[in-house]
Antibody
Framework: EVQLVESGGGLVQPGGSLRLSCAAS????????MSWVRQAPGKGLEWVSS???????DYADSVKGRFTISRDNSKNMLYLQMNSLGVEDTAVYYC??????????????WGQGTMVTVSS | DNQMTQSPSSLSASVGDRVTITCRAS??????LAWYQQKPGKVPKLLIY???TLQSGVPSRFSGSGSGTDFTLTISSLQPEDVATYYC????????FGQGTKVEIK
């Protein structure tokens, strides 16, 4: 079964750091473009970051310079390193797979999400 | 930045009604547009990609159209299980989402 499972969420103080992990099964993570999407409580979906190839990444302006997306092919894992966290980063974070690895495409597989709460 | 604007932000319709949601990109995106359905407390689900291609397993009452800057999601006959929030998303360069449209049953 094709599946994504996120972990690493939790409570962190403002200014702190957290690393989210996303374990992929049923497919090879480096065979697809991969992304992170977040959803603040009661709000809409917000795209956070995408990883196209090992060296090609993209970030929303709201997280640029603070968040880093990466992948470990040997573990079939996707990561999101989040630094300088603020209360506005409080959200459920989803990892998602794009349908293709060769061109821009829609997100066909989503994880169940992991909650990040930034609070003192 | 290329913004995605959905309308309406919410709607209420009767079972069996035809429902239309629109999404407008501030710059042309060809057909790099997807629609997602998110039921309360659930993970988003892909409905339509490439503006008009139905994802496998999605009921045929859902359809999408448009190209360039203006797009439409249509539910031909609203069903109780369609109560959800619907999002458009562009996926050329930044994968920006619209703000969502909440669909309720009247």
């Amino acid at each position: 079964e094709v599946q994504l499972v996120e972990s690493g969420g939790g409570l962190v103080q403002p200014g702190g750091s957290l690393r989210l992990s996303c374990a992929a099964s049923g497919f090879i993570v480096n065979s697809h473009y991969m992304s992170w999407v977040r959803q603040a409580p009661g709000k809409g979906l917000e795209w956070v970051s995408s990883l196209y190839t090992a060296s090609s990444t993209d970030y929303a302006d709201s997280v640029k310079g603070r968040f880093t997306i990466s992948r470990d092919n040997s573990k079939n894992m996707l990561y999101l390193q989040m630094n300088s966290l603020g209360v506005e980063d409080t959200a459920v974070y989803y990892c998602a797979r794009e349908k293709s690895n060769a061109w821009d495409d829609a997100f066909d597989i989503w994880g169940q999400g992991t909650m990040v709460t930034v609070s003192s | 930045d290329n913004q995605m604007t959905q309308s309406p932000s919410s709607l209420s319709a009767s079972v069996g009604d035809r429902v239309t949601i629109t999404c407008r990109a501030s710059q042309g995106i060809s057909n790099y547009l997807a629609w997602y359905q998110q039921k309360p407390g659930k993970v988003p689900k892909l409905l339509i990609y490439d503006a008009s291609t139905l994802q496998s397993g999605v009921p045929s009452r859902f359809s999408g159209s448009g190209s360039g800057t203006d797009f439409t999601l249509t539910i031909s006959s609203l069903q109780p299980e369609d109560v959800a929030t619907y999002y458009c998303q562009k996926y050329n360069s930044a994968r920006t989402f619209g703000q969502g449209t909440k669909v309720e049953i009247k």
